[in-house]
DNA sequence: CAAATATTTGCAACTTTGTTGCAAATTAAT
DNA sequence: ATTAATTTGCAACAAAGTTGCAAATATTTG
């Protein structure tokens, strides 16, 4: 684990500071996206938000994190898993907002169907976010 | 434009104010989703920020506006067009976000592919949002 | 390895966005 | 026209996000 970090941040020619290898750590760590207020807390406080919010840009930056824009409104931040480089974001998966437990995932199995769009228009980057229930959720329900 | 104003509010048993027709006209007279910022402005700063909030919020309640998520993680309202009822949304069209000139579009001429997932996960309102060049900004590029 | 340079961090201060409680004003009902 | 219900604006607050700058840390170079 410790040396994917230090790989991700060579790769990406990034110096090698503690914020950067705590907040990578919890990425790799967690199985859905985290938004600015988890990373402070998963990180131990031990960070200034600051630079909480200015590496997670760095990251962004560098195509090593998207963002997904949520109904909820807060911005999530997850670990690009392909081909994303610098100024192009190519994550080409769903996202589930589960409803009841509030998590935000990246639903790596999926891709984005193709979308149609009316003359004029010319697509780039395509965000579907998909609200329901999650499988953890819905499983509970059943008991 | 007035009458259908009027008439919106007689719809959904909303008392008829100030500030709901002066929201309802802005949005009657916009092509483009609005955000909170845009309709201070737009409503000549006559009414409280508190005030536009919760008119805002009321007709999301009512179904009578959906709020749009992009990517600038600013939340943008639209009104519904067809049959969104209280508490309940179907706005089964395609975002259009311009990465040009900002502005966040309803495609109405579009609706939502199917969207298959993942076993376990039970989806109900899909977002999608398009991030790429609108068609006045793609074709001004022509010139 | 040490000095020089470049980058990153934390702090303070600030802006923007959004929320809540409550009294005054407006709207609708009788 | 009076009453009752709803809506508004104000004040105060909370959370999210940004900027400038000096101190600290990382990297480069001799």
Not at 16 to 34: P, Q
Not at 42 to 71: M, N, S
């Amino acid at each position: 684990m410790e040396e994917m970090v230090l790989d991700i941040l060579r790769k990406h020619n990034l110096s090698n500071t503690d914020s950067r290898r705590a907040i990578l750590d919890v990425f790799l760590s967690s199985k859905n996206a985290l938004d600015h207020h988890d990373m402070e807390e998963k990180t131990g406080e031990r960070f200034d938000r600051v630079t909480i919010y200015r590496t997670l840009q760095t990251f962004i930056d560098r195509g090593i994190v998207h963002t997904i824009p949520t109904a909820d409104n807060i911005v999530k931040y997850a670990l690009c898993r392909e081909q994303c480089s610098a100024g192009h974001h190519h994550d080409n998966h769903i996202h589930f907002f589960c409803e009841k437990c509030g998590t935000t995932t990246c639903l790596d199995e999926t891709s984005i169907p193709k979308i149609p769009l009316p003359k004029g228009y010319v697509g780039n980057v395509v965000n579907v976010v998909v609200n329901g229930t999650c499988s953890k959720c819905g499983n509970a329900v059943k008991r």
